[in-house]
């Protein structure tokens, strides 16, 4: 009789640890780079930066049927800014010019994992954005040709209905680390690429020079896993 009630014991509680969660959510948050990309022709006088500066943040969610294999979609505000500098051939005048875009950004992506504590992990896939908002900062020519009538400008830029693209699509991939803390959280870092692939303006007029937004991210963030 005391050997039958030993052996009845309370359920037991499973702590998910790396080998059994399937489940992540958690936040990031990082730095990026954008190049801008162009045709310029014959517009020599236009000096495109190779890496305008921003930030990045948002949400991050996972599943993994595999402790191998994880399927992550994220909801991120990415900054895609541009940086232009017109210099006025024959003159030192030179009128620079930086236009901060806002997106935001939904990639989905599938990630290959390799390690158990401390893991590798290897990822690709798509992505849909859509451009919220953009602010301008600089100094315009003056129409009089002159430049003590140049002007500092410093405004949030609206959308023209006629030239503007909202609608941002394209790939991504990369790669990052990252280290499992007390079985149910994960901090990591990772270098992830946008490779935009929608033109950021609607054919509004002909022989237009396509423009694009190429995007180098930074970023790190910590997941609970469950």
Same mark, same amino acid.
């Given at each position: 009789?005391?050997?039958?009630?030993?052996?009845?014991?309370?359920?037991?509680?499973?702590?998910?640890?790396?080998?059994?969660?399937?489940?992540? !959510?958690?936040?990031?948050?990082?730095?990026?780079?954008?190049?801008?990309?162009?045709?310029?022709?014959?517009? =020599?006088?236009?000096?495109?930066?190779?890496?305008?500066?921003?930030?990045?943040?948002?949400?991050?969610?996972? #599943?993994?049927?595999?402790?191998?294999?994880?399927?992550?979609?994220?909801? #991120?505000?990415?900054?895609?800014? !541009?940086?232009?500098?017109?210099?006025?051939?024959?003159?030192?005048?030179?009128?620079?010019?930086?236009?901060?875009?806002?997106?935001?950004?939904?990639?989905?992506?599938?990630?290959?994992?390799?390690?158990? @504590?401390?893991?590798?992990?290897?990822?690709?896939?798509?992505?849909?954005?859509?451009?919220?908002?953009?602010?301008?900062?600089?100094?315009?020519?003056?129409?009089?040709?002159?430049?003590?009538? =140049?002007?500092?400008?410093?405004?949030?830029?609206?959308?023209?209905?006629?030239?503007?693209?909202?609608?941002?699509?394209?790939?991504?991939?990369?790669?990052?680390?990252?280290?499992?803390?007390?079985?149910?959280?994960?901090?990591?870092?990772?270098?992830?690429?946008?490779?935009?692939?929608? =033109? !950021?303006?609607?054919?509004?007029?002909?022989?237009?020079?396509?423009?694009?937004? @190429?995007?180098? #991210?930074?970023?790190?963030?910590?997941?609970?896993?469950?």
């Amino acid at each position: 009789m005391l050997t039958a009630m030993a052996q009845v014991r309370p359920e037991e509680t499973v702590i998910p640890t790396n080998e059994n969660a399937h489940f992540s !959510i958690g936040v990031l948050g990082g730095l990026d780079r954008n190049y801008h990309s162009i045709d310029m022709s014959y517009m =020599d006088d236009y000096k495109y930066s190779p890496y305008a500066p921003g930030v990045t943040y948002g949400l991050q969610l996972g #599943v993994s049927p595999w402790k191998w294999l994880t399927l992550r979609v994220d909801g #991120v505000m990415v900054e895609k800014n !541009i940086f232009r500098d017109h210099v006025i051939s024959g003159s030192n005048a030179s009128y620079p010019d930086t236009t901060d875009n806002l997106y935001v950004n939904v990639p989905m992506v599938l990630m290959l994992n390799v390690g158990k @504590t401390v893991r590798l992990h290897a990822f690709g896939g798509a992505y849909l954005g859509y451009w919220l908002k953009s602010h301008r900062k600089g100094v315009s020519q003056s129409v009089f040709g002159s430049p003590e009538y =140049d002007t500092d400008v410093d405004f949030d830029s609206p959308e023209s209905q006629v030239r503007d693209n909202r609608n941002d699509r394209g790939f991504t991939w990369g790669a990052g680390l990252s280290v499992i803390l007390k079985k149910h959280y994960e901090i990591g870092a990772e270098v992830r690429w946008y490779y935009g692939t929608e =033109d !950021i303006q609607k054919p509004y007029m002909t022989n237009l020079n396509p423009r694009y937004n @190429t995007t180098f #991210v930074m970023q790190g963030g910590i997941s609970y896993l469950f």
